[in-house]
């Protein structure tokens, strides 16, 4: 019988919460439903907006794995005139249930931080902070590039691996796009608290940074590479995270990747 409960168990699987950074972060089970309906309908998004929520009640969903968390920071009250708690009211009247992995599934093997170094045709996968109990995983990673990569190669290998047609490129003085890449440093969605303690790299790839922290970058003699912050994630859930449930879940689940979650920040 299907059940909220196997899902956590399935997500837990891939990105066990032992990961996660819960000095910042909150994980896990955001919302327990007592009155569950349509477990065995599962639906990934990055972010819980009222579009998701629309989409995920149109569809008959039961459970929610939203990787950013609805609830990150402590509620004193839920109202609906509050957006936030607009949300978890009507997803709790509705019947679903909501989980969220954030950097458990960053920092996993085969997480999203793997999946950004594998776009970029990379070897020597090392986290930038290793994990105590196996240091293969951690937080954020550090990779190499092929012998006679250049900035340029990397770019384009980002925009492939991302399906985008522009980044935001921040070049270090004296660099351009002819000049050799040897090594990143990794991080998804807002990196530059996590990349900045790599050692011997010569760009960064996150989501985004602030103007400062690329200009302290830069100064170091390090280019940023920056696709926007749910850019790098999003979409790790259709390619990786989608068929890694369903393998776990079986038939008798459906997971769905929503149509409604969108970066929120436009180029025009």
């Known amino acids: ?33 007592p009155k569950q ?22 569809e008959g969903v039961g459970v929610v794995v939203a990787y950013h968390p609805p609830i990150f920071r402590p509620m004193k009250c839920l109202k609906m005139s509050d957006y936030k708690s607009m949300l978890l009211l009507e997803s709790v009247v509705s019947g679903m249930s909501i989980y969220s992995p954030h950097s458990a599934l960053d920092s996993t093997h085969g997480g999203i931080n793997d999946w950004l170094c594998e776009g970029l045709n990379t ?36 925009k492939k691996s991302l399906n985008l047609e522009n980044l935001r490129v921040a070049f270090a003085p004296g660099t351009s796009l002819t000049t050799p890449a040897t090594r990143v440093a990794v991080c998804a969605g807002s990196g530059a608290s996590v990349v900045r303690l ?5 760009i960064y790839y996150t989501g985004e940074m602030s103007h400062h922290e690329v200009l302290a970058a830069n100064a170091a003699g390090i280019t ?10 999003r979409g790790y859930l259709e390619k990786r995270f989608k068929p890694a449930l369903e393998a ?21």
């Open 1 to 33: 019988m299907a059940s909220f409960q196997k899902v956590v168990r399935a997500v837990e699987q891939i990105a066990p919460l032992r990961l996660a950074d819960c000095s910042w972060d909150n994980v896990g089970v955001m919302v327990e439903n």
């Open 37 to 58: 309906r349509n477990a065995e309908k599962v639906m990934l998004t990055i972010d819980f907006t009222k579009e998701v929520l629309e989409e995920c009640v149109g």
């Open 123 to 158: 070897t020597d996968i090392v986290p930038i902070t290793p994990d105590v109990e196996d240091p293969a995983i951690g937080v954020g990673r550090t990779a190499s590039f092929p012998p006679s990569t250049t900035i340029a190669d990397v770019i384009q290998s980002a």
């Open 198 to 202: 790599a050692k011997n790299v010569d």
């Open 224 to 233: 940023c590479i920056l696709s926007e912050h749910t850019l790098t994630e």
């Open 248 to 268: 776990i879940l079986g038939a008798e689940y459906t997971v769905m990747v929503s149509k409604k979650d969108a970066n929120p920040i436009n180029i025009v």
